[in-house]
């Protein structure tokens, strides 16, 4: 079972416009969740993370959103730039193994110029 | 200043081979993780090294996956018999501790014929 759900393969997004990619978790004992990107043939590099303790973490044009009732968190671009194509997976840890990741499927994001 | 090193990029290997796979952490950091990720998925934790020992295994699928780090240093996969089912990007990372962020190399692609 997916523990962590990233239900969009790809998304589309207009240069200088507001990029949203969405993420969706069932394990409750999850506490620290975070972002990463990745280039192809280049490992995750890590974009921002945020703790259970908090809604909201920004980070320059990066905002991590958390809704914990909902088990959903969300990260916003805005502005969009073309460097910001790449595919995006969202991750989570917690329990009694915090140094282990669970991950999402991966978002391709799509910025058109 | 360098990353996480990886080697060989790619490794093609026919079935029922033996195959190793090398990580090169950051300096200093302590933990060190693999994980396997397969097609149009995120990446899957196979194991976590704390120094020299393996304080965590349970993501290993089978006992025809063994991993190293003899120094506490450099760590390597080894997967025995393989499979075409083994084939997949291998990922490792460092960190500091595991409380701190992961930093990923850019993998090893493996394919088994």
């Known amino acids: 079972d997916q523990q962590v759900k990233q239900n969009s393969p790809s998304l589309s997004v207009q240069e200088g416009r507001i990029s949203i990619l969405n993420c969706d978790y069932t394990n409750s004992m999850f506490d620290y969740f975070l972002w990463y990107k990745k280039y192809p043939a280049e490992g995750p590099t890590f974009l921002i993370s945020i703790s259970s303790i908090k809604d909201k973490n920004e980070d320059g044009r990066f905002t991590v959103f958390l809704n914990k009732s909902a088990k959903h968190l969300s990260l916003h671009i805005v502005p969009s730039q073309p460097g910001d194509s790449a595919v995006y997976f969202c991750?989570?840890?917690?329990?009694?193994?915090?140094?282990?990741?669970?991950w999402g499927a991966g978002t391709k994001l799509i910025i058109k110029p | 200043g360098a990353g996480v090193s990886q080697t060989p990029s790619n490794k093609v290997t026919e079935k029922g081979k033996y195959v190793e796979l090398r990580c090169d952490p950051i300096?200093?950091?302590?933990?060190l993780y693999w994980y396997r990720q397969s097609l149009g998925q995120g990446p899957e934790f196979l194991i976590y090294?704390?120094?020299?020992?393996?304080?965590?295994d349970s993501g290993l699928p089978n006992d025809r996956f063994f991993a190293v780090r003899p120094e506490g240093s450099v760590s390597t996969l080894k997967i025995q018999r393989t499979e075409r089912g083994d084939s997949a990007v291998y990922l490792c990372?460092?960190?500091?501790?595991?409380?701190?962020?992961?930093?990923f190399g850019p993998g090893t692609r493996l394919t088994v014929t």
């Open positions: 991750a989570a840890s917690g329990g009694d193994s915090n140094y282990q990741l669970i």
């Open positions: 990372a460092s960190s500091l501790s595991p409380d701190y962020e992961q930093y």
């Open positions: 090294f704390q120094g020299t020992g393996a304080a965590d």
């Open positions: 300096s200093g950091h302590t933990a």
